[in-house]
């Protein structure tokens, strides 16, 4: 089993045969639950859950960071946490998740990021990839022109699957600690609350995925330059999520910028946001971050077992003969995927997870 910073005795108990990590396994969130701190009737709560799945007949996604996710959104009800878990499966069959993340490609991305900004950008100060949504800009009629509903939230679903690989790993490779969320920023300058209103229906689908489908993935999010009358739509919103969510999310109004940079560095905050960031061909296409740095980025685990069962090596992302020294490209065009062929349930009683709350997107626990 490849691991690293591990401590003895301090739990969790890992797996051998689902439990092989090749970055950090201790979380810094010194609290029950939480990797590297769970009581000993946690670690029997996380044998008890991959057992029964293992009778349902599930082999993927058992290991115990991942149990452990699905445990703390349930309040380690392991009945609840069961359930959770097969919907999540039955989705990801559905939605065809499998097939979109080697197959998906998202050409009309930089026209999306004209109507719709929303990316993830370089880290915070505690090493957790920082991801920016500008909802202000949002305008779902110029998009439905190009593109569709359907299509952002496969490209959402996209997303979410890079942040748990290859993002976090990198990230916690680099900080040396075990980091399973990010720093979200929301920007509601130029909201009107008619425009807010308009997109409420996109948004009630994306947090459906979101909560249900990758708990425990929020840290910390900002709301910046929140417009008067804004917390009409935040009640309308928050009433899908749970209370544990609600209480990491941060108002800042329009006095934001020392707050901000106590958390996320000038060097890593886009200009516009009162950092000094200006990447080559602007922040939002850029996904810089330490996922595509040499040292700290691998291929994710799917990619891997795709090379091993083809008998190739693959190499580290972006890097070729050609690309030493340079910024890597973020992927290689792939043939178009599957259309998805069904959206996500509104959440019922959704706890803590990675939400776009207004948008779409994923955060450590603050």
Known sequence: ????????????????KYDDFDFPIISPVAKPGHPGHTTPEEDAKVHQLRAMLEQEGYTERLDTLSLLRFLRARKFEVQLSKAMFIECEK???EFEVENLIR?????????????YPQYYHKTDKDGRPVYIEQLGKVNLTAMREFT??????QNLVIEYEKVSDPRLPACSRKAGQLLETCCSILDMKGVG?????????????ASAISQNYYPERLGRMY??????????????????????TVEKVHFLGNSYKAELLKQVPAENLPVEFGGTCKCDGGCQMSDMGPW???????????????AAAAGTITKPPGMDETSAGKEPATG???PEAKPAVSAAPVPQSGDAVQVPVIGSNPAPAS
């Open 1 to 16: 089993m490849a691991t690293t910073a591990k401590v003895e005795g301090t739990g969790p108990k890992f797996d051998e």
């Open 91 to 93: 989705w990801r069959k």
């Open 103 to 115: 197959n998906f490609t998202y050409d009309e991305k930089a026209k999306v990021m004209a109507y």
């Open 148 to 153: 569709t509903d359907e299509r952002m939230l």
């Open 193 to 205: 609350l008619g425009r807010a209103w308009s997109v409420l229906g996109y948004v009630k689908k």
């Open 223 to 244: 709301v910046i330059n929140s417009p008067w009358g804004f917390p009409a739509v935040w009640n309308a919103v928050k009433g899908y999520l749970d209370p544990v």
């Open 292 to 306: 595509h740095d040499p040292q700290w980025a691998k291929d994710p685990r799917w990619k891997q077992k795709d």
């Open 332 to 334: 290689t065009a792939v």
